[in-house]
T-cell receptor, first 115, second 113 residues
Framework: GENVEQHPSTLSVQEGDSAVIKCTYS??????FPWYKQELGKGPQLIID?????GEKKDQRIAVTLNKTAKHFSLHITETQPEDSAVYFC??????????????FGAGTILRVKS | DTEVTQTPKHLVMGMTNKKSLKCEQH?????MYWYKQKAKKPPELMFV???????INESVPSRFSPECPNSSLLNLHLHALQPEDSALYLC????????????FGPGTRLTVT
């Protein structure tokens, strides 16, 4: 089955700096890679996702890059703000499965943005 | 609107109790999911319903019984739980089984005493 590894487990940055979180996956058939942000006491919130036919995707301060050959993908947050502090999860899944899109999550990264 | 609602927010139950968790979405999504999340861990998939039919059961113990009465509602019936079942139970939905984006609810914090 799919296995997703996520690094680092904790990340502290100064406000305004950039933050990068990296994930690797094992199943070459995986073709969908979302990133979720989870704040304390809340459910995971989808912040950005990428499909395997795309190498990079941006949404304002957030970007995701995908290297299919190396089977890794990364989340980049620029100009970090205190409200970016949360737990971030990467995940891998396979699109086109009629029975449901089964996601396998990484272990999570605690991001702390110091002001 | 990408809102998934879950009730109750918190639930404390004894090992002999029977209780139910409820999830609702009004986005017209036809796939719904139950996840379990232990503290400081990622969500783990339990069940998937696609067009109101159970399509994935991740070898979940029978003391957890899912139900999908209609396309907007998803229930999780709980019976004879163990203390190790204490966790955050998350519901999610996607447009259909082929759709990528899953949207999560806020979860129900379950404590089994």
């Amino acid at each position: 089955g799919e296995n997703v590894e996520q690094h680092p487990s904790t990340l502290s940055v100064q406000e305004g700096d950039s933050a990068v979180i990296k994930c690797t996956y094992s199943d070459s058939a995986s073709n969908y890679f979302p990133w979720y942000k989870q704040e304390l006491g809340k459910g995971p919130q989808l912040i950005i996702d990428i499909r395997s036919n795309v190498g990079e995707k941006k949404d304002q301060r957030i970007a995701v890059t995908l290297n299919k050959t190396a089977k890794h993908f990364s989340l980049h947050i620029t100009e970090t703000q205190p409200e970016d502090s949360a737990v971030y999860f990467c995940a891998a899944g396979k699109l086109g499965m009629e029975y449901g899109n089964k996601l396998v999550f990484g272990a999570g990264t605690i991001l702390r943005v110091k002001s | 609107d990408t809102e998934v609602t879950q009730t109750p927010k918190h639930l404390v139950m004894g090992m002999t109790n029977k209780k139910s968790l409820k999830c609702e979405q009004h986005m017209g999504h036809r796939a719904m999911y139950w996840y379990k999340q232990k503290a400081k861990k990622p969500p783990e998939l339990m069940f998937v319903y696609s067009y109101e039919k159970l399509s994935i059961n991740e070898s979940v113990p029978s003391r957890f019984s899912p139900e999908c009465p209609n396309s907007s509602l998803l229930n999780l019936h709980l019976h004879a739980l163990q203390p190790e079942d204490s966790a955050l139970y998350l519901c999610a939905s996607s447009q259909d089984g082929l759709a990528a984006q899953q949207y999560f609810g806020p979860g129900t914090r379950l404590t089994v005493t």
